[in-house]
């Protein structure tokens, strides 16, 4: 089974179920951290489990985080997935969440897909093929959309200066990093957006540098991350500026900033 393939039909058949729930009424839970969860999220998950499932590589997803590392250190190979990234943009319906699916092998990703369900917007990238953009319908199929897709980034230059910021998670520190660069480019455009689509701007070419100095979970960054990384991007460890690895025993992210290079 072509991997590339199975990840974007999961996240399509996904997204059309994130939809269903998205268009009507729908209950909220909280998690023991206090982060939300629908009864999307939950859907989402069991669909993609379902559709790699065939490809017999496991998965490691936000929604079974549950599994242990003695377990998961054994793994070279893994899907690593979050079923929908930006619950509360989900919640707050403005359209900015997305569908994550990885491949990690080694402790890099080698795939992603980043799915945004409201716009159709899909972008993929893969090791030694390059990141694209498309935006599908109901009826796309992953052959097609393999071949029609636009290689990223689409936007070679910026006129001006352009960091992405977190639409709910600013602090002190991003804006320390974004008078920091004031200095250095003079003016600056400031753009906010949600979920992984912040990961795929930077991919795209809409911005130059996207700092995330607040934290986030391994499932948050990978698909994004093998997006921005095969567009000519890198996504590194604010502290070490070494590349960010997944797998870790414990799944938080460090500081990090996805960068144009």
Known sequence: ????????????????????????????????????????????????????EPTNIPVLSEEGKEIPFEERKTWSTFWLID???????????????????????NGAPVLGVVYVPVTGGLYFGEADNGSY???VNDAGNAEDIIRTAEKLPLHQTQVVYTIVA??????????LFIEERKKIHGEINIIS??????LCLVAEGKA??????????????AAGHAVAKFAGCAVYNYGSKKEL????????????VVERI
């Open 1 to 52: 089974m072509d991997l590339l393939k199975a990840a974007i039909n999961a996240s399509l058949q996904a997204g059309k179920g994130i939809l269903q729930v998205y268009s009507r009424d729908f209950t909220i839970e909280f998690k023991n951290d206090n982060s939300p969860l629908t009864e999307a999220d939950k859907l989402s998950h069991e669909i993609i489990k379902k559709i790699l």
């Open 83 to 105: 079923p929908i990234d930006g619950t509360k943009e989900f919640i707050k319906k403005n359209g900015e969440f997305t569908v994550n699916i990885a491949l990690i092998k």
């Open 133 to 135: 953009y498309i935006e």
């Open 166 to 175: 977190s639409r709910s998670h600013n602090g002190p520190d991003t804006e």
């Open 193 to 198: 957006a949600g979920s992984s689509i912040k």
């Open 208 to 221: 130059s540098v996207y700092p995330r100095l607040a934290p986030t979970m391994e499932w948050d960054t």
């Open 245 to 256: 690895v997944y797998n870790k025993e414990n799944l938080l992210n460090p500081w990090f």
